[in-house]
């Protein structure tokens, strides 16, 4: 089968960095993205790792390590904005569009 | 209007009742995909289309119907709904099934059964 985990809560303080992980079991992988996803938002696209290592935007960073089915999302300098959802998701197909999704990790920043 | 648009933004129907869902893509996209996101469960892929083909349909209920007419529209039927299907339902596009790992979602349609 095909899964993936995270952390459900997360909580930290603005100013603060903080990784969000992702641990994942799939048939075939394709690569790892990262979503964000405000109450009562639509998903929204943060950053995808097909290859190993740290990719880097802005003051999100998305980490991949294949041999270790394993990544991370790194946020940096938080913002009260940034408290949202935030779901890790496995291509598993090249070619069907096949996005399997984690359950998503819950970011509250405090003042 | 740009990016993906889904109306309505809400629903409520009764178990009897037949439905639509309309999504449409003002990027240019290929692919166009239907998410059911219910509370404290990961979103779980529904179909795929691509260039207005089904290429992915993930053990739905026959209860749920789509339709692609073209690439930049997408349809979700509803008909004798089941109250755990009540949920909130995303449609998604991308550029192409291969670049499905940036996707870009519409608001979503909050369904409530009765």
């Known amino acids: 089968g095909q899964s993936l985990e995270q952390p459900s809560e997360v909580t930290a303080v603005e100013g603060a960095i903080v990784q969000i992980n992702c641990t994942y079991q799939t048939s075939g992988f394709y690569g790892l993205s990262w979503y964000q996803q405000h109450d009562g938002g639509a998903p929204t696209f943060l950053s995808y790792n097909a290859l190993d290592g740290l990719e880097e935007t802005g003051r999100f960073s998305s980490f991949l390590s294949r041999s270790d089915s394993y990544g991370y999302l790194l946020l940096q300098e938080l913002q009260m904005k940034d408290s949202a959802s935030y779901f890790c998701a496995v291509m598993g197909s090249g070619n069907t569009g096949k996005l399997i999704f984690g359950q998503g990790t819950t970011l509250q920043v405090k003042p | 209007e740009t990016g993906v648009t889904q109306t309505p933004r809400h629903l409520v129907m009764g178990m009897t009742n037949k439905k639509s869902l309309k999504c449409e893509q003002h990027l240019g996209h290929n692919a166009m995909y239907w998410y059911k996101q219910s509370a404290k469960k990961p979103l779980e892929l529904m179909f795929v289309?691509?260039?207005?083909?089904?290429?992915e349909n993930n053990s739905v209920p026959s209860r749920f119907s789509p339709e692609c007419p073209n690439s930049s529209h997408l349809f979700l039927h509803l008909h004798t709904l089941q109250p755990e299907d009540s949920a909130l339902y995303l449609c998604?596009?991308?550029?192409?099934?291969?670049?499905?790992?940036?996707?870009?979602f519409g608001p979503g349609t909050r369904l409530t059964v009765t």
């Open positions: 289309y691509s260039l207005e083909e089904r290429v």
């Open positions: 998604a596009s991308s550029q192409a099934t291969a670049s499905s790992y940036e996707q870009y």
